[in-house]
């Protein structure tokens, strides 16, 4: 089973909306990742977030991290068609050495 | 540039065959992964290596192979024991301890049976 799990699966909004997307987890964590896909491409690293932070910002990016809840957020303001992709949280465990991938929110912005 | 670069961007393989999927980074990273998309879903690991001629096995390994003899590249082979290998492959990179550091992936390989 996967380590974080991706809410909503998917998301429609309109150009300029704000977008916001959970990630949950089941084990204790070293960092979360948040990571995109556009369509048929690699991923590309947004933000990582480690387990004594609680909110990170990167551009139009705020990521955070509850680990009390063992949750995360990623909310993208002022969205543009261009942020259409797919969001994927990752976490390395606190004991591992490897990531774990969620199954990813696909996000659809609307111009 | 710097990166990472997998070909083909697609591979047919037939019943009973073995295929390789390559890649390559000139990133100097140590720490090289291989994943498995399939539709609509997340990525799991099937291997990855930490030091040229070491790897390990990830979550998902049955009916794959690799090697790591050069620093920059990383095969991933599908043997024939791979039943339902139709998938979106990615390879990616690190520089660092294994996960500690963000990821680099490449472009990826579609791999379809037929």
């Known amino acids: 089973s996967q380590q974080g799990e991706e809410d909503p699966q998917a998301l429609s909004i309109q150009e300029g909306e704000n977008a916001t997307m959970n990630c949950s987890y089941k084990t204790s964590i070293n960092n979360l990742q948040w990571y995109r896909q556009n369509s048929g491409r690699g991923l590309v690293h947004l933000i990582l977030i480690r387990s004594n932070e609680r909110e990170k910002h990167s551009g139009r990016l705020r990521v955070t991290l509850d680990t009390s809840k063992k949750s995360s957020s990623l909310l993208i303001t002022a969205s543009r068609a261009a942020d259409t992709a797919s969001y994927f949280c990752a976490t390395r465990g606190a004991a591992g050495n490897k990531l774990t991938f969620g199954g990813g929110t696909r996000v659809l912005v609307k111009p | 540039d710097g990166g990472i670069t997998q070909s083909p961007k697609y591979l047919f393989r037939k019943e009973g065959q073995n295929v390789t999927l390559s890649c390559e980074q000139n990133l100097n990273h140590d720490a090289m992964y291989w994943y498995r998309q399939d539709p609509g879903q997340g990525l799991r690991l099937i291997y990855y290596?930490?030091?040229?001629?070491?790897?390990q096995k990830g979550d998902i390994a049955e009916g794959y192979s690799v090697s790591r003899e050069k620093k920059e590249s990383f095969p991933l082979t599908v043997t024939s024991a791979q039943k339902n290998p139709t998938a979106f492959y990615l390879c990616?990179?690190?520089?660092?301890?294994?996960?500690?550091?963000?990821?680099?992936f490449g472009p990826g390989t579609r791999l379809l049976v037929l």
């Open positions: 990616a990179s690190t520089n660092g301890g294994i996960g500690e550091e963000t990821q680099y």
């Open positions: 290596s930490q030091i040229v001629n070491d790897f």
